[in-house]
């Protein structure tokens, strides 16, 4: 069972997990490659990467934006949805060829909710937009 699935309170259900784009793994690939001229030594470093973004979560409810990280210690950025104000995009010009980019989540109050490196940012802003300002 995944964090999100586990913090959530009564009447709160998953609207929307949304998933690390390919390029996020490629700091992973990268030390794998360099593993032959380093003899093996750089494989540690990969794995670290590999087991960062496993354990990140990214993701709606009907209630709030949560994204969690971390693999033995925890860290949580949660936004609950009356609080948002703006959701915003930032992609460059790779990130607008490949389907990637930022979508930073701006409420009342001191911090931000920022998915990095996220899949598809123009339809997680929709998704966010539609459960938190609901038609009707």
Known sequence: MTYI????SAGEKVEALFPLHWFARLPMILWIVLAIPTLGITLLLALYEYLKLKHME???TNKRVILKRGIISRKTDE???QSIETVEIDQ???????GYGTVKITGRGISDVIFKAIDDPMTVKRQIESVSNPVG
Request: aromatic share 6%.
């Open 92 to 98: 460059g010009i790779g990130g607008r060829m490949f």
């Open 5 to 8: 699935e586990e913090s959530l």
């Open 58 to 60: 990214q993701g709606v």
């Open 79 to 81: 936004m609950k949805l």
